[in-house]
């Protein structure tokens, strides 16, 4: 969960200095060349600037609403954000391994699914040795929950 808060720093410091150093280079340079009417490097620039100021707004509402998130709220036996859990799909007799994340930081390839997912709501205040049946596209996923690490074990030094 560190590693998203400094991943959200880290974007927003950058979108600022582009927004408050690079973006205002590159208009003064293109306003430089004249007629603006017909100034593509000025029309792309302002719309840059445009986007960079919305995605800005996007982070800093993102990480004001982060701040918010009460770790203690967060079961200490069940699945709940930031987990790891093992389970059998039983449709596959294969086991999969999770990590319940926000929807920002999701990346299937790597296991890390949001909590949004069909598949992350699924597994949302489920226990070791519960059986869940998840509705995904295509049909109706069973999956029995095996093995599970809050982010209590996965923050606690040690563990």
């Not at 299937?108 to 226990?127: A, C, D, M, W, Y």
């Amino acid at each position: 969960m560190e590693d998203f808060k400094k991943k959200l720093q880290d974007e927003i410091a950058a979108l600022e200095h582009e927004l408050r150093t690079e973006l205002p280079r590159e208009i003064l340079k293109a306003r430089a060349h004249g007629d603006l009417s017909e100034n593509a490097e000025y029309h792309a620039a302002k719309e840059r600037q445009r986007f960079v100021d919305a995605r800005l707004a996007q982070l800093k509402k993102r990480m004001g609403e982060w701040s918010l998130v009460d770790l203690s709220r967060i079961p200490r036996d069940r699945v709940g954000l930031g987990s790891e859990v093992v389970v059998l799909d039983m449709d596959k007799d294969a086991e999969i391994a999770y990590r319940l994340v926000t929807s920002e930081e999701a990346d299937v390839s790597k296991g890390q699914i949001s909590t949004n997912s069909p598949i992350g709501r699924g597994l949302l205040g489920k226990e070791v040795g519960d059986v869940v049946k998840i509705q995904i596209p295509g049909g109706t996923r069973e999956m029995e929950i095996l093995k599970l690490k809050t982010i209590h074990d996965l923050e606690s030094p040690g563990q």
